[in-house]
């Protein structure tokens, strides 16, 4: 169960070599979670995020998940559920793909939106409705601020967080009332292995910062979180920008 | 799950959705337990505990204020010189306000009653409730006789004191069954109003040393203490004290010696259900505090205050948890054995260093401790104090309190928890076990489960 200030006990990660996921189960394991479960593509990389969580005293088990085949979320997704209660799943799995390649080859781009939206909305579904027969739990969506705008420089990645934003916020007001939470996390540029090697956009975060606004948003229960919290201003104003001063914007 | 509402402890925080189910008969509640499902069920009275203990998230919430009459009330069996005074059998989901109301015109008033009227028989016993007059009188649970208690099998029970079931069910937070009807003894009075005796103590040495002497001369005894004043004055507390005025105290032309039973609790207009957060800050909290104190006489002696205002002040407001806004608020409340000062000063110590806003801090002195397996009461002091849930690090703030009270072998009090850690709760209670193996006896399927005993794996 989670405690009076929204941390869980129990926590599932899909996505289970997320920087995000991890930085963020590592602080939650500090606090109160001693159950953690790590889901993603069999790795060495899986099995070694795995064993550092272990070592700061959480009990650990990894399953196999791919984000690409949703046929298979029922299953592997529901299985996790009747072993025991989860308080929070985190669904920090996405990629990033790269822009000029992927608009060259239009499969590769495909590849982006089945990761991010397609795979999300199987697996988010399959634990919505796991967490709403448990009467309580929180669901957090690993969004991004590139999805409140297209941008050129990166709007496949960013359209794929977009369908992704706005079926979080849907699930979130169908699951109004029913105990579980959803909650929205909107970084901005997050320096991690997913942007190695990327020009730096301002207000540049990293997964400490993330997780931490995700335990405090879970405190809050919060619908929204936005990292750093000014980005919520800055983006509000960029959406309003008219189209040709925004394509001129060195964003 | 159509007809799944949302539930939550009185400090609001971590609601989930249950069904809620609500008995009217016996046959209905043996019908409820039996058909509440595999996610299992747990009563509830009038949802005052802080915490989780009476919620069920994905399964049932019995709500027991549908059982709510008064059987008999045998008031004989105080005539003799060693009787154990009047009794009165009633349905769990009665409140202590009910029972006042029907107890006070007879001259009887209810043996332990905690700074709410609005708990039922059933949760004083689940949590096994403490007053004011802990140090004269013990818990709840010592002026039950007898009750009836519907367990997991679908059967109803006649548990008396002495049984282990009965030190089960005594403070278990209704993990052992559903309490069906309880045989409770009663206090005699006079009048329906107290005499109180009020002083103030500069800091917390002065107030625990005038407690130490002189807790013994008065059944009820209680203690605000102010934990936002720091340095020489930390600790400074105005102390309520007192005992129920006999007839002859009232003045003989007062009003009150006409009807000098009568039970009349005024109340003001309820909290409004939208209040900004962060309203209970501490310049706020700091302001009334001092101003509390300040209005307090420096000593005053056999004031006739009414049985509402002497214990149940927060009553007169209701919905009062509100002021707290939506993120709500925690209460954490131990207790430290006597010999253990030293760990209470600390802890009041840290606590007024770090400035919780706690407007609703009481120290007030244990007397023996009953039998209840995870009853919370045991000689020594207590400190009740509550905080917003949204202050930033309170959390791990609460955590370091605990492993101070586990090292002074103290306990905090599970009807008010929300947040203690597992691991800490051993140490606290070491009956644990005992309690364990019992419900795995009786309750295999864990029929009787909640968010408590799910989040402490009691």
Redesign the interface.
């Known amino acids: 169960m989670k405690d009076a200030f929204g941390t869980p006990q129990s926590l599932l990660v899909l996505g289970g070599t997320s920087e995000i996921g991890l930085a963020t189960a590592r602080r939650l394991v500090a606090r109160r979670t001693r159950t953690v479960w790590l889901a993603g593509r069999p790795s060495a990389d899986l099995e070694k995020a795995a064993a550092a969580l272990r070592d700061m005293g959480a009990d650990v088990r990894t399953v196999a998940f791919d984000a690409l085949d949703p046929e298979s979320h029922e299953e592997s997704l529901g299985k996790i559920f009747t072993e025991g209660d989860i308080d929070m799943v985190l669904l920090a799995f996405g990629i990033l793909g790269d822009q000029a390649r992927d608009e060259d080859e239009p499969l590769s781009a495909v590849r982006v939106a089945q990761t991010n939206y397609t795979g999300a909305i199987s697996a988010g579904l399959v634990c919505a409705r796991a967490l709403q027969s448990q009467g309580h739990g929180s669901l957090v969506v690993l969004s991004s601020v590139a999805g409140e705008r297209a941008r050129r420089s990166n709007f496949i990645y960013g359209s794929s967080k977009a369908g992704l934003d706005a079926f979080a916020q849907g699930l979130g007001d169908a699951l109004h009332g029913t105990g579980v939470h959803v909650m929205v996390v909107r970084p901005g540029f997050v320096r991690s292995k997913m942007t190695a090697g990327l020009e730096e956009a301002p207000m540049a975060t990293t997964p400490d910062a993330v997780a931490e606004a995700i335990e405090t948003g879970l405190r809050r229960r919060s619908e929204t979180v936005w990292v750093p919290g000014a980005l919520r201003v800055v983006m509000s104003a960029l959406r309003h920008a008219p189209r040709p001063l925004f394509r001129r914007l060195p964003v | 799950?159509s007809d799944?509402v949302?539930v939550s402890g009185w400090?609001r925080?971590?609601?989930?959705?249950?069904r809620l189910v609500r008995p009217r008969t016996q046959e209905e509640a043996v019908a409820a337990v039996r058909d509440c499902g595999e996610?299992g069920g747990i009563p509830r009275g009038l949802g005052r505990a802080y915490?989780?203990a009476a919620q069920?998230?994905?399964?049932a919430v019995f709500d027991m204020t549908g059982l709510d009459r008064v059987r008999t009330i045998d008031t004989t069996r105080g005539s003799g010189t060693d009787a154990p005074g009047a009794t009165v059998v009633c349905e769990a989901g009665i409140s202590l306000h009910r029972l006042m109301e029907v107890l006070l015109p007879l001259g009887w008033f209810v043996p332990v009653t905690p700074g709410t009227r609005y708990v039922t028989v059933g949760g004083a016993i689940g949590a096994d409730i403490h007053g004011k007059n802990h140090h004269v009188s013990g818990s709840f649970s010592r002026h039950v006789l007898a009750m009836d208690l519907l367990t997991a099998d679908g059967t109803v029970h006649t548990v008396t004191p002495g049984t282990p079931l009965f030190d089960a069910t005594a403070g278990g937070m209704g993990l052992t069954g559903m309490i069906l009807s309880a045989t409770v003894q009663l206090q005699p009075v006079e009048t329906s109003l107290m005499s109180v005796d009020t002083e103030r103590a500069t800091d917390l040495d002065d107030l625990m040393a005038r407690l130490a002497a002189t807790d013994h001369r008065y059944r009820y005894s209680v203690a605000w203490i102010d934990l936002l004043a720091r340095g020489a004055a930390m600790g400074r507390s105005v102390l309520t004290r007192g005992d129920h005025a006999p007839l002859d105290a009232l003045p003989a032309r007062a009003r009150a010696r006409r009807a000098p039973l009568a039970f009349r609790p005024g109340q003001l207009p309820a909290a409004p259900s939208f209040v900004p957060e962060g309203l209970l800050g501490k310049a706020s909290v700091g302001l009334f505090n001092e101003l509390w104190y300040r209005k307090a006489p420096r000593s005053r002696t056999g004031e006739l205050q009414k049985i509402s205002t002497f214990f149940h002040p927060l009553d007169g407001v209701p919905h009062w948890n509100r002021i707290y806004g939506?993120?709500?608020f925690?209460q954490y409340q131990f207790v430290v054995g006597y010999g253990k000062e030293e760990a209470l000063r600390r802890i009041v110590r840290r606590i007024s260093d770090r400035g919780c806003p706690s407007f609703l801090a009481v120290l007030k002195r244990f007397g023996e401790g009953d039998p209840g397996w995870l009853s919370f009461p045991m000689p020594g002091w207590t400190l009740a104090l509550d905080i917003p849930?949204?202050l930033?690090g309170?959390?791990?703030f609460l955590d370091e309190l605990d492993e101070e009270v586990a090292a002074a072998e103290g306990r905090v009090y599970l009807a008010k928890d929300?947040?203690l850690?597992?691991e800490t709760l051993a140490a606290m209670y070491p009956r644990l076990d005992d309690f364990r193996a019992l419900r795995a006896d009786l309750d295999p399927r864990g029929v009787f489960r909640s968010?408590l005993s799910?989040?402490l794996d009691l």
């Open positions: 799950m799944a949302s400090g925080t971590a609601p989930t959705t249950a996610r915490g989780d069920n998230a994905g399964g939506r993120g709500g925690v849930a949204n930033p309170l959390g791990s929300s947040r850690r597992p968010d799910r989040r």
